[in-house]
Each structure stands twice: as C-alpha cells, then as structure tokens.
C-alpha cells in the first residue's frame, strides 16, 4: 500500500496568515496515464470531509482560490495564502493512482 | 448539486452484517461515475472501503475484499454497502460518496477518482 504522511500533524495560525501543509508518499503516484492522482480534501469539525483539490493542484467547484496545490511525484503542498476562521479542521492528503486507495493521517489546522 | 444520504442501523452486534444504504439526488446514478464508501473510526482518519461503477465495476480494499459488498439499485436511485462478520474495529463514521472515472489501459476499465460529493455520514458501533 502507498503511505502518505502529512506534515504537521498540528498548525496554529494567526487569523489572515498563510498556512502550508506537506504530504509525502512512499511511492510516486504518476499513474500511466501521466497525470498525478494527488487530491487534498478538508474536514470542518463535525462535517463530513469535502474536496478542495485534485490532481495536485486544481480547485474544485466553489473552493476559495485562497487554496493551492503544488507539487510532484511523491512530495505535494496545500497552501492557504491568508486563513480565515472557517478553514479550521482537519486537512487529507489522498492518492487515488494505485489501489487500495489512502489517505494522509490529517493535517489539524487552528487558530492561535 | 449532487446530494447523499445514508441510512441504516445504528448498531450492530459483533460477527453480524452491517447493511448501509446510500440514498442518491437528484443525479441519476446510472451515469459515468463511481460510487462509494469510505469510513473514519472515532477520532481517526480515513479508509477508502470501495466502489461501484455504474455498470457494476467494483473495487474494494484488499484489507475488507472479502467481507465486503457493494451494489447498486437504479430502481431506487442508490447504492449498498454490505460488511459480513463485524468486530469492533469496524466501528466507525461511514460515508458514500460519488467519485469521478478516469480509463487505465492496464486494468483496461474506468477506475474511480477522488470522491467529490460526499453524504453527511453514519455512526455504526459495533457492540454486542
């Protein structure tokens, strides 16, 4: 199985400052297609989770373009240029280019 | 928008068979996309259970293969998840969720992508 770990596994941040999270997996996720299967989702406390980016790097429908993705092969970032109070929760890596699919352990994002 | 419901009981006692039902509006489930389990233990994170594409493609977690079953009824406009012979490990938040397909020429079949709509979740406990 591709493990996927996130780093950190906590993160203050002050109201209006950037925020980064890393997710590195143990194998390269570049599937034979040539495309990457790097989604981010974010969970709110109490809600279930909800999808922010796949394919490293593209926003879904509605998502604040306050978020990014970047990265390659097997080391990707989400990035939040300025946290608002409704980005706290948990944040997940998840590779969907090899089975069984897997999450990231969550990356939880709070306020100082 | 794409909406999701489960539904099933609560509660199941230790080497039964949780059965969960995810109730899909108002998409019409005969299309090309998967469809979706993935739960969450209390406190913890993520496991992708399994699949089902529309025509019957099915993909599951090696982890639960063989205690897992998923199926759809158009009739109904949802899907099922059947896991036999429960432990308390399998405690946990279900969720369904839609997922996207894309090809791949080894498998030589659509493959699921990430889950884009997700329902609200269940708490199944397992106790007896």
């Known amino acids: 199985d591709i493990v996927m770990t996130q780093t950190p596994l906590s993160s203050p941040v002050t109201l209006g400052q950037p925020a980064s999270i890393s997710c590195r997996s143990s194998?390269?996720?570049?599937?034979?297609?040539?495309?990457?299967?790097l989604s981010w989702l974010q969970q709110r406390p109490g809600q279930p989770p909800r999808l922010l980016i796949y394919k490293i790097s593209n926003r879904f429908s509605g998502v604040p373009d306050r978020f990014s993705g970047s990265g390659a092969g097997t080391d990707f970032t989400l990035k939040i240029s300025r946290v608002e109070a409704e980005d706290v929760g948990v944040y997940y890596c998840m590779q969907v280019t090899q089975f069984p699919y897997t999450f990231g352990q969550g990356t939880k994002l709070e306020i100082k | 928008q794409v909406q999701l419901q489960e539904s099933g009981p609560g509660l199941v006692k230790p080497s039964e068979t949780l059965s969960l039902t995810c109730a899909v509006s108002p998409y019409s489930i005969n299309s090309s996309y998967f469809w979706g389990w993935i739960r969450q233990p209390p406190g913890k994170g993520l496991e992708w259970i399994g699949s089902?594409?529309?025509?019957?493609?099915?993909y599951s977690n090696p982890s639960l293969k063989s205690r897992v079953t998923i199926s759809l009824d158009t009739s109904k406009n949802q899907f099922s998840l059947k896991l036999t012979s429960v432990t308390a490990a399998d405690t946990a938040v279900y969720y369904c969720?839609?997922?996207?397909?894309?090809?791949?020429?080894?498998?030589?079949?659509?493959?699921?992508?990430?889950?884009?709509?997700w329902g609200q979740g269940t708490l199944v406990t397992v106790s007896s």
């Open positions: 089902i594409y529309y025509n019957g493609y099915t």
């Open positions: 194998q390269s996720l570049v599937h034979s297609d040539g495309n990457t299967y």
């Open positions: 969720a839609r997922m996207g397909a894309y090809y791949d020429n080894n498998w030589g079949s659509p493959l699921p992508r990430e889950p884009d709509y």
